[in-house]
């Protein structure tokens, strides 16, 4: 039997995978694994927040984290809303993670818990962020990833 899955795109990834093995685990991050169908389902979810947000196609999303399952969600959901996955490098010195967010003209930034104080010294230079939502962890002021994808 011959696999036809037909991956064109970042985004055929986990729609296609979820279609021919739904129930296999997709990914295994700190004891969770994630079944291809739940995988999809929850990038699909991220595309849509993305898009509900008013963030329009090949605009930039960003993710300063160290990689995790939310991680990936973002960065194939990103791909299925047709934005641009910016992975900030969290080794970079606070000022030049600003630049780099800048740079890139993104809208929405994604941060992990452990960047939470490095994020909210420089969130006064961000010139394009519309929005920053938490990877984990809560922040008085933003908005949490698991409660913000669940609500699309």
């Known amino acids: 039997m011959t696999d036809d899955i037909n991956i064109r795109v970042l985004a055929d ?7 021919r093995r739904p129930a296999q685990v997709a990914m295994v991050f700190m004891g969770r694994e994630t ?9 699909s979810q991220v595309a849509n927040g993305i898009i509900g947000e008013g963030v329009q196609p090949q605009t930039r999303v960003a993710v300063l984290d160290k990689n995790s399952d939310s991680f990936f969600e973002v960065m194939f959901g990103s791909a299925k ?10 080794r970079l ?25 490095t994020v909210q010294k420089i969130k006064q230079d961000f010139t394009t ?8 962890g ?14 699309q």
């Open 13 to 19: 990834v986990t729609r296609c995978h979820a279609a």
């Open 138 to 151: 809560t922040h008085p002021e933003w908005e949490s990833y698991i409660g913000w994808r669940d609500r």
């Open 35 to 43: 079944s291809y169908d739940l995988f999809d389902r929850c990038a």
């Open 129 to 136: 962020v519309k929005k920053i939502v938490t990877l984990g």
């Open 93 to 117: 010195a606070p000022a030049e993670m600003a630049y780099i967010i800048n740079d890139a003209a993104t809208e929405i930034l994604f941060v992990g818990e452990e960047y939470f104080d």
């Open 81 to 90: 809303a047709n934005t641009v996955f910016v992975a900030v490098n969290w």
